[in-house]
């Protein structure tokens, strides 16, 4: 008889001490198969972004970067940056960032300066991360409504404010072109074409809300002459868009396929644009329920769904399009990063990781069912300098201490190889998350892969309210390992007492001067945690064992199962 992994002793290991008793606890039977690889695992989370690009080069901002860079597996990471082109000083506020990439002389000539860019890419690149490069924003000099420019920001500012001169049409659009081509040209110059040609390249941001005050001709006209450029200061440059907010935003994505497929290009007067991906936008509806108890966050993982959805049916109706890289450069479970209302807070703690852990996963699965390539989905958040610790920001990191959401990252970043055959018992099913969320049973999902006879089997327990539920008592049955004889089972944990810097500041009182014994102790709780050292197994003929633990509400797990060398 092949003999399992002992539940008993491995249960010392993967039990918690929560209030919540296993008499309570749902049972949820999960089954992997090594032996069924479904395709390629694609490591869609290793895409970040900000609108504020200038914090790259701040130092809590290159710490944040070698992370991003050096412990999220093998599979490269990217960074995508509003602002680029903003005219201004390169000092960063909420919403705003700036390089003066572009002025002019009293005559109207171009000045071009790369001071600022070569400093934000070089912040990137010397911590392995690589651009992807957002081409926008309208430099005051050939905006056609430039004033008012600049803007402040506040938490609680009207999203509006920030809609000024940046947003509008060129004044010249041949200005615009030699502007991106100047651009391209010197970072070919300076990094070399085969770096260069590894980035991704794209044109603005969210055309079709305010972002772009101009019309949609116009935008077309802006994206041709951009993308023309790019593709004449390096022809192997790899290009896309359309970074549509909302998922399809309407007709705009068909449409604007349509220019791009068929449409007369503004810049080149031939037919058609090239596009080597695809993106887009999908935001979740977070609100804020009132009740006897003083109310509660109820996410809206359904809003981002039907936005992915939504997209996918677009893009796999063309079939000449289907084929090509998808990212989802804005993949997030609200609308601002930068805005901190009752509906958003939720950032701190267990709710962020573990939504992102249910709406990443669900991406994938809606991808297989349109048949399209999904590569990334990127998480839209970095870190503020000078504001208070834990102060409810959508950001990966406060004062320099990691944010739960990070080791969600961290997570599936040990994944890789191939996809396998899992099934959990207690995983809504795709087409309810999609219509409705997760607002009835909770949502106890899995995902797998099997690399080199290393086999990861990553575990999410997630609810759109947040609000206490049983824990789920979890039944871990692996067939078909690759290898037999000894090796060892890590099992790395997202809970209240793992992997979260959140609930030791809380512990700690909320400081926000900590002692330096404080802050060392909030840099240590906010690294990935295992639950005790690995446990040594063993796995007989047949290649197959069991492994039971519970899993709180709004926690990760993720078991690594690996030969021992």
């Known amino acids: 008889m092949p003999s399992t992994t002992s539940t008993s002793q491995l249960g010392r290991l993967l039990l918690l001490p929560l209030a919540v008793s296993i008499a309570h606890a749902a049972p949820v039977s999960i089954t992997v198969n090594a032996r069924n690889q479904t395709g390629p695992f694609t490591p869609i989370a290793r895409f970040f972004g900000a609108d504020e690009p200038n914090y790259a080069y701040y130092p809590e901002g290159q710490a944040l970067l070698s992370e991003l860079g050096g412990q999220l597996g093998p599979a490269q990471t990217y960074f995508r940056a509003h602002n680029l082109l903003t005219t201004g000083n390169g000092?960063?506020?909420?919403?705003?960032?700036?390089?003066?990439?572009?002025?002019?002389?009293?005559?109207?000539?171009?000045?071009?300066?790369?001071?600022?860019?070569?400093?934000i890419f070089e912040s990137y690149l010397e911590r392995n991360v690589k651009p992807y490069a957002q081409i926008g924003f309208m430099p005051e000099a050939l905006s056609s409504h430039p004033h008012p420019y600049f803007f402040n920001f506040t938490p609680s500012s009207p999203y509006d404010v920030i809609y000024t001169g940046w947003s509008y049409p060129p004044t010249n659009y041949s200005k615009w072109g030699e502007l991106v081509y100047e651009w391209v040209k010197h970072c070919v110059e300076k990094y070399g074409a085969s770096e260069v040609e590894s980035w991704y390249w794209e044109v603005w941001n969210e055309p079709n809300i305010q972002y772009w005050n101009g019309t949609v001709e116009q935008f077309y006209e802006l994206?041709?002459?951009?993308?023309?450029?790019?593709?004449?200061?390096?022809?192997?440059?790899?290009?896309?868009?359309?970074?549509?907010?909302?998922?399809?935003?309407?007709?705009?994505?068909?449409n604007f396929i349509e220019h791009?497929?068929?449409g007369r290009n503004y810049a080149t007067g031939e037919i058609g644009s090239p596009l080597d991906f695809l993106s887009f936008h999908a935001k979740g509806s977070p609100t804020y329920v009132n009740n006897t108890n003083g109310g509660y966050i109820q996410m809206g993982i359904a809003a981002q769904l039907q936005n992915i959805d939504d997209a996918f049916s677009v893009i796999a109706s063309y079939p000449e399009i289907r084929h090509k890289p998808i990212i989802i450069s804005e993949c997030d479970p609200d609308g601002c990063a930068a805005c901190i209302t009752p509906q958003y807070d939720y950032r701190n703690g267990l709710l962020y990781p573990s939504y992102t852990a249910a709406s990443f996963a669900r991406a994938l699965d809606?991808?297989?069912?349109?048949?399209?390539?999904?590569?990334?989905?990127?998480?839209?958040?970095?870190?503020?300098?000078?504001?208070?610790?834990?102060?409810g920001f959508r950001v990966l990191t406060t004062n320099g201490i990691d944010k739960p959401v990070i080791n969600f990252h961290r997570m599936l970043g040990k994944m890789s190889g191939q996809r396998v055959d899992a099934t959990s018992s207690g995983q809504v099913p795709l087409d309810t998350a999609v219509a409705?969320?997760?607002?009835?049973?909770?949502?106890?999902?899995?995902?797998?892969?099997?690399d080199?006879?290393?086999?990861s089997v990553f575990v999410w327990h997630y609810h759109d309210d947040d609000l206490p539920k049983p824990d789920a008592n979890i039944t871990v049955s692996i067939e078909g390992l690759p290898w037999t004889g000894s090796g060892k089972l890590a099992h790395y944990r997202v809970d209240n007492e793992h992997s979260n810097s959140y609930t030791m500041w809380l512990k700690q009182g909320s400081p926000q001067s900590p002692t330096a014994e404080e802050y060392a102790a909030l840099k240590a709780a906010g690294q990935l945690a295992t639950l005790g050292d690995p446990e040594t197994i063993h796995v007989g003929d047949g290649g197959w064992g069991e492994v039971s633990f519970t899993l709180p509400i709004h926690s990760l797990s993720l078991l690594v199962f690996e030969k021992n060398l």
């Open 436 to 450: 409705s969320g997760i607002r009835d049973a909770p949502d106890v999902g899995v995902l797998a892969s099997l």
């Open 223 to 254: 994206h041709d002459y951009a993308i023309d450029a790019v593709r004449r200061a390096l022809p192997t440059a790899r290009v896309g868009g359309f970074e549509i907010a909302g998922g399809t935003g309407g007709d705009y994505l068909a």
């Open 91 to 119: 000092i960063p506020a909420l919403k705003w960032g700036s390089t003066n990439a572009y002025t002019e002389d009293a005559d109207g000539n171009p000045i071009y300066n790369w001071t600022i860019i070569d400093r």
């Open 366 to 391: 809606l991808s297989v069912k349109h048949g399209v390539n999904l590569q990334g989905a990127l998480t839209w958040a970095f870190e503020y300098d000078d504001y208070p610790y834990f102060d």
């Open 260 to 262: 791009v497929l068929r």
């Open 452 to 455: 080199d006879g290393r086999l």
